[in-house]
């Protein structure tokens, strides 16, 4: 079975400029979401989505930070203006449904740095 | 608040020595508990998962964990190090039949030769 996939593995931007990340879940994978992990630290929870729809977005810097999943698949995050403090990995992980037993896959991520 | 403390941040053993790792979770029930390695560059790759039912949960990479209620602990194991188990490792908890991880903030875990 293939993995997560994300996309691009690195990125390197200036402050206030926009960025986009890309991730495929595993197919049939109804369960997503994006984690953002500051160097020396756990990853956080950004945003979880069941199919398309929206399950948890609380902890999403929403005025800067946005994320959709069209079509219940792929799913988009992007930050616009990136700060300094933007700087981590961010994290896409999918789960087969909304349950922990399930188990989480997690892609390999993409490094940002906000110069 | 529902978390997961891991106090140790750096950990070194020599080769083939034993190891364990830390891990304390506060939550109101028994949570799920799960035990993650992320090595340089890589994604988080499940070593093993708790539930519910035996407390000694064996894993991959000849890892194992034991769950203990009385001290609100989950801390990994593994009799003989190998070189390739130097990595950064996590402990997550969710609540019983949730799906939101919490993880603690990892410990990097160093292997002298």
């Known amino acids: 079975e293939a993995g997560v996939a994300q996309s691009p593995r690195y990125k390197i931007i200036e402050k206030r400029q926009s960025v986009a990340f890309w991730c495929n879940p595993i197919?049939?994978?109804?369960?997503l979401y994006w984690y953002q992990q500051i160097l020396g630290q756990g990853p956080k929870l950004l945003i979880q989505?069941?199919?398309?729809?929206?399950?948890?977005d609380s902890q999403l810097p929403k005025d800067r930070f946005s994320a959709e999943r069209l079509k219940g698949v792929d799913s988009t995050l992007k930050i616009q203006p990136a700060k300094l403090e933007d700087s981590a990995v961010y994290l896409c992980a999918s789960s087969l449904d909304m349950n922990a037993y399930f188990g989480y896959t997690f892609g390999s991520g993409t490094r940002l740095t906000v110069v | 608040a529902q978390s997961v403390t891991q106090p140790d941040i750096h950990i070194t053993v020599s080769e083939g020595a034993s190891l364990e790792l830390r891990c304390n979770y506060s939550y109101g029930a028994t949570p799920y508990l799960f035990w993650y390695v992320q090595s340089p560059g890589q994604g988080l790759q499940l070593l093993l998962k708790y539930f519910s039912g035996d407390t000694l949960v064996q894993g991959i990479k000849g890892f194992e964990a034991e769950f203990k209620r009385s001290q609100s602990s989950f801390n990994l194991r593994k009799p003989s190090v190998h070189w390739s188990d130097a990595a950064e490792y996590f402990c997550?908890?969710?609540?019983?039949?949730?799906?939101?991880?919490?993880f603690g903030t990892g410990t990097q875990l160093k292997v002298e030769l």
């Open positions: 997550a908890g969710a609540t019983g039949g949730g799906n939101k991880l919490t």
């Open positions: 197919s049939g994978h109804a369960t």
């Open positions: 989505f069941q199919n398309n729809g929206v399950v948890d």
